[in-house]
């Protein structure tokens, strides 16, 4: 009897720790071009494996190769996580040396830590999903964004940080990751939206209310509008920004914010460019009804915010970080508080939308609603 394809995927990710460990004691495997080649052929060996896993008559969803791939580098980026905490050892000191120097910073191990758990739980339970036949597009949105914000921050970050003189071939295989990661969110968010059957005169009630009448909206809109301050107020720090206020909060709250390893900063750009317009219109959204683009959008921001905060925070308290660079002990409840919170609200509004979407379907044209109650 042939094992479910997720335990065939799970069995082959735990080939990866192997992989790393042989490598790591083969002397001509730890050039920087070695590297890079056997990169590919092991995934190449690894996309034969899964090919090979899959019934020859069964038609699979060609998301499923993508998700099956990753979930071994998932277990890669947990390895290297565990060996710079001082767990293991002998796994990764040849890839930091000639490969990606940058993993060996806070940022990046509390990156691998989220792929090597959320991401793979997520990967494998996409795959079950998939073989089942029940819908997995919103836990594949929810992926997208996350994967989407920590290539988008990972990718320039090392670039422009101080790992940019640095750069070894193995790094360059981060773009291709980063185009099937894009191209995978496009095929997400161009499937069926997953909508509940609302009956007419309940969409209809909900979009009658006002903010004022929605109490949770209320609240939801006001923590957007903060988050969006605090959003701002960051890009403004890193920017060098000469106000007082500034100058006070890089110094004495969040000195990670200036840290040389580059991704701080770039995440900062990347809220106020991305996050930001994202958050004005779900505030929008909020005050509209009829926006169905927000039961995707919000599930998608919410998987972003909580991977690029998890790595934010975590970094700023981490080890590894230079004591002068992480949040002061006196400063700790405000500082991560904030950013806590900056995470947290994406999630509420995501649920929200999920839990309640009657106020996002599509408008009932006006006397629908009574031809649908004579035909009941």
Known sequence: MRPPVEVCVWLLSLL???VLYAMNNVPALQEPLPI???GMVVLGFVLIIILISVPS??????????FAAFSFTCMVGLTNALEQD???SGFMGFYIKSGEPHLGSAYAVM???WEGVIHLVLFLTIIHRMFKGTSYRSLGLLWAGSSVAHQVVHIPGVVVGKYGSNIRPAFWRNVPFFLVTFWAACQLFSRPREIPVIPADKIAAEQKKGLLSRPVDLLLSA?????????????LVVLDCPLDACFTYIYQYEPYLKDPVGFPRVMMLVYSFYALPLLTVFTCGLKTPGCTWMLDWTIFFAGAMAQTQWCHIGASLHSRTPFTYRVPA????????LNVLLAVVPVLLALR??????????PVPEGQTDKDKKKN
């Open 16 to 18: 990866a720790p192997g």
């Open 36 to 38: 890079l080649g056997m």
């Open 57 to 66: 008559k069964m038609k699979v969803d060609p998301l499923f190769y993508v």
């Open 86 to 88: 001082g767990f293991i």
């Open 111 to 113: 990156t691998s830590y």
């Open 223 to 235: 923590l957007l509008l903060a988050a969006m301050a605090f959003s701002v107020f960051r890009g």
């Open 330 to 337: 006196d400063k700790w409840w405000p500082v991560i508080s």
């Open 353 to 362: 939308c999920h839990i309640s979407p009657a106020y996002f379907m599509k």
